[in-house]
């Protein structure tokens, strides 16, 4: 039922899309993109443990509807103090707790590179102020199932 990257949980890609209609937030464009001299280039060449297998179709779709979700997570959860998502890491297992912006750009990253790449943990994190991927969506469902009611 839950599909692993790099220690993100993600749902099953027939559950996605709890909200279809909302986009998700593109990240802004790389400043430097084209830019042969970007000194970050050199950092690519680093081989962080593998190669992974590129994304199919239904992993993609998957990672767009998750992306979609994220945002409609944020929007409802973000004013009411959550700073974003706890997952239990298979690797370590730890708890990790991602605030919403770097969630996303996780998941954008796993989505157009196929791969994430490392990143600093939350600093001394609240663990009251976090949330598991199920209970976003279960209030999300909560909150659309009393607005379609109400």
Not at 27 to 39: G, H, R, Y
Not at 55 to 61: H, I, P
Request: hydrophobic residues 35%.
């Amino acid at each position: 039922m839950y599909r692993y990257f790099h220690g993100i949980r993600r749902h099953d890609p027939r559950l996605a899309g709890t909200v279809a209609a909302v986009p998700h937030d593109a990240l802004p464009p790389d400043p430097f993109a084209e830019d042969s001299d970007d000194p970050a280039r050199s950092l690519e060449a680093v081989d962080e443990g593998g190669v992974d297998e590129p994304l199919d179709d239904e992993e993609r779709a998957g990672l767009v509807a998750d992306l979609t979700d994220l945002a409609v997570y944020q929007a409802l959860l973000e004013p009411r103090g959550v700073r974003g998502i706890v997952v239990e890491c298979p690797d370590c297992d730890e708890e990790h707790y991602h605030d919403w912006e770097m969630l996303r750009s996780s998941l954008q990253q796993l989505l157009d590179a196929g791969r994430m790449r490392r990143h600093e943990p939350a600093y001394q994190p609240d663990p009251a102020a976090y949330v598991s991927w199920d209970y976003c969506r279960g209030y999300a469902d909560a909150v659309l199932a009393e607005d379609a009611g109400g």
